[in-house]
């Protein structure tokens, strides 16, 4: 990769007139150069990222067949897309090129320590980079987090889902990445709790001051529901042996021995209680259906295939196994490492 030609300045999209102007003016000191607004992608160093949280990665903007193209990367994964999908947000971090770009291209990484800057994106990533508007409302805090998170996330599960670990400083980036991505979850779950702790706090006043008397009117409801059941089983035997004694009595009337042909069965009076559009029957509730085990080796073995009954003896079995206590049928993870050293001894 040359060294860029600071006299290529007559056509500006193949000029590095705006990338020399703004790194002289970081190197000392000065106000950022104004990038241009025509949109059009100046060649030059930089440096640019997926997301907020996402790694940086280097990148070189030059004509490519007439056209700008944008090479992001280290050495090792570099890629080429359109400038376009990495101009204007790479503009404002221009690199040297002999003392930043290229060490760093070369090397695969940051510096000497693989920090987390280093880790290399996916291939087109970049494009879910986002401009944004200085004068729109700042974002909350929770949501910028939430956005972050989601930007790490995606970038990292597009290089780690498909690519192997060949190299200690690839194993040191994706721990390091990995560590990235769980503090940024951690922040952002430590913001949820504390946005929902109002909400919570607001919940927990309005249950003390409810539920005693919601959880007092318990037991007289339920002595009032024994009350009305007890009545209504009275009620019931009344009303049919009201009604036995009159089918008696026609019967007599007619001449009729008791004993020739038994009446028929009466049928017990439904009973309603309650007064009209609140009447419900004042019979109590038949119980749930129950079964008692009887054989327990039986009924363990015609269950035997049930989801519950092997998701509870996997947990009596991690439960045994942390005590180190071996089940049949079962084989524990320590009894495989201990074979392991044997073999290895």
């Given at each position: 990769m040359a060294e860029p030609n600071k006299e290529e300045i007559e056509y500006p999209q193949g000029s590095y007139k705006f990338w020399y102007a703004a790194l002289d003016a970081r190197k000392a000191g000065k106000p950022d150069i104004p990038v241009p607004s025509d949109g059009i992608a100046r060649p030059g160093y930089y440096k640019t990222r997926a997301g907020k949280l996402a790694p940086y990665e280097p990148c070189a903007i030059?004509?490519?067949e007439g056209a700008a193209f944008a090479l992001i990367g280290f050495r090792n994964n570099a890629r080429r897309v359109p400038a376009k999908q990495v101009w204007p947000f790479c503009a404002k971090h221009q690199l040297d090129y002999e003392s930043e770009f290229m060490p760093a291209f070369n090397a695969g990484q940051w510096g000497s320590d693989a920090p987390i800057e280093a880790v290399p994106a996916a291939d087109g990533v970049v494009t879910t980079q986002h401009n944004v508007d200085p004068e729109a409302p700042e974002m909350p805090k929770g949501a910028k987090l939430a956005e972050e998170v989601a930007d790490l996330t995606a970038t990292l599960q597009a290089h780690y889902s498909t690519r192997?670990?060949?190299?200690?400083?690839?194993?040191?980036?994706?721990?390091?990445?990995?560590?990235?991505?769980?503090?940024?979850?951690?922040?952002?779950?430590?913001?949820?709790?504390?946005e929902n702790k109002p909400h919570d706090d607001a919940i927990a006043a309005t249950n003390a001051a409810y539920f005693p008397a919601i959880r007092g009117a318990g037991p007289v409801l339920a002595i009032m529901e024994r009350k009305i059941n007890e009545w209504g089983e009275?009620?019931?035997?009344?009303?049919?042996?009201?009604?036995?004694?009159?089918?008696?009595?026609?019967?007599?009337?007619?001449?009729?021995?008791?004993?020739?042909?038994?009446?028929?069965?009466?049928?017990?009076?439904?009973?309603?209680?309650?007064?009209?559009?609140?009447?419900?029957?004042?019979?109590?509730?038949?119980?749930?259906?129950?079964?008692?085990?009887?054989n327990w080796p039986q009924a363990t073995l015609y269950y035997g295939d049930h989801p519950r009954l092997r998701a509870l003896v996997q947990e009596l079995a991690n439960y045994d196994a942390r005590a180190k206590k071996p089940v049949p049928g079962a084989t524990m993870s320590w009894e495989t490492s201990e074979k392991q050293e044997a073999a290895n001894a």
């Open positions: 030059d004509l490519h192997r670990l060949l190299t200690k400083d690839d194993a040191d980036r994706c721990e390091n990445a990995r560590k990235a991505l769980t503090g940024a979850a951690k922040a952002l779950d430590t913001q949820r709790k504390a009275g009620e019931a035997k009344r009303l049919t042996e009201q009604a036995a004694a009159a089918e008696r009595a026609a019967a007599e009337k007619l001449g009729r021995a008791t004993d020739e042909a038994p009446p028929a069965p009466v049928v017990p009076p439904k009973v309603m209680v309650g007064t009209i559009g609140n009447r419900r029957s004042a019979a109590p509730k038949a119980p749930p259906a129950t079964a008692t085990i009887t």
